[in-house]
């Protein structure tokens, strides 16, 4: 390549190194310089942490976060469909019937397995119906103690 083909792109590498030295060097000159005691202390959106940044979440959040993202880029395939469906003819209404119903039985699924429920464990009636010799134990041993 000639060099006649390049020289723009030099001078435009040239201004932007340069406006980020720029930048760098006016922001150290005029930056403000004092030691506070919440000087070092994380905050976001001007609010000072009540509590220490690293506690334990529980799981549900990240399995609902994870159903969440799932579930939404079912909303992209859905409309990318929706704009190619009238040249497709039939095919595309057979597809998108056939990933809407694995959707449903997903989410059927999902909610018999208990993974959108966010309250207190429910014990289910096959637990109870198979064990009921189990939890008089369990209630004797409970009353004894």
């Known amino acids: 390549m000639p060099f006649d083909a390049l020289w723009p792109l030099a001078v435009y590498m040239t201004l932007a190194v340069g406006l980020v030295a720029a930048v760098l060097a006016v922001s150290h000159v ?3 310089r004092h030691s506070e005691r919440a000087t070092g202390d994380p905050f976001e959106s001007g609010v000072v942490p009540v509590h ?9 959040f990240y399995v609902v976060a ?3 993202v799932i579930f939404d880029i079912e909303a992209v395939y859905i409309v990318t469909w929706a704009v190619i469906a009238r040249d497709g003819g039939w095919a595309p209404f057979i597809e998108i019937l056939i990933f809407i119903v694995v959707l449903i039985a997903a989410l059927a699924y999902l909610w018999r397995v208990g993974a959108l429920e966010w309250g207190p464990r429910r014990r289910t009636r096959a637990l109870r119906s198979a064990a009921p010799g189990r939890m008089r134990e369990s209630r004797r041993v409970a009353e004894a103690v």
Do not use: K
């Open 30 to 32: 005029l930056g403000e």
């Open 52 to 60: 220490r940044a690293r506690f334990r979440i529980h799981a549900q």
């Open 66 to 68: 994870v159903l969440f």
